[in-house]
C-alpha cells in the first residue's frame, strides 16, 4: 500500500503530526513499536496502582498545544478535560500522604548528621 507519508512513533508529538497531515489530505502511516500510542502522554497499572508517565503535564487543558490540534482537525470534544479539585504534587509513602517536604519531614528518621546532607565531593 502507498502512502504519501509515514510518521514513526505515536507518542504525542507523532500522534499529533499524524492526525494533522492526514487531515490534510494525505494518506499517513503512523508507526508505533508499543502496543498503545501516547508516548509519555500515557499510563501504565503496576500492583493496581496507574502510574501517569507525562499526562499531568497538560495543564492547560484545551488552551494549550494540544487543544489546539484537537481543535485545527475539527476533533475540540475528543478529549473530555478534568480539573483537579486540589492541583499540585501529591505524595505518598506507607500509607501517609502530603502536598510539600515539609509534610513528609515525620515519614522519614531524622537526620543524624548535617554531613548526610552534603552532595559536595570530598
Excluded at 7 to 21: E, P
Excluded at 39 to 56: A, L, M, N, P, Q
Aim: proline share 6%; net charge neutral.
Amino acid at each position: 500500500m502507498d502512502y504519501d507519508v509515514i510518521v514513526i512513533g505515536g507518542g504525542i508529538g507523532g500522534t499529533a503530526v499524524g492526525a494533522l497531515l492526514s487531515h490534510g489530505g494525505l494518506k499517513t502511516l503512523l508507526v508505533e513499536r508499543n502496543e498503545v500510542v501516547g508516548g509519555r502522554c500515557s499510563t501504565y497499572e503496576r500492583e493496581g496502582f496507574k502510574i501517569d508517565v507525562g499526562v499531568h503535564s497538560f495543564g492547560r487543558t484545551g488552551k494549550g498545544p494540544l487543544g489546539r490540534v484537537l481543535s485545527m482537525i475539527g476533533m475540540e470534544d475528543a478529549v473530555e478535560w478534568v480539573l483537579a479539585q486540589k492541583p499540585g504534587p501529591v505524595m505518598h509513602y506507607q500509607g501517609n500522604s502530603g502536598s510539600s517536604p515539609e509534610s513528609s519531614r515525620s515519614w522519614f528518621p531524622p537526620q543524624t548528621s548535617q554531613a548526610s546532607l552534603s552532595c559536595s565531593p570530598t
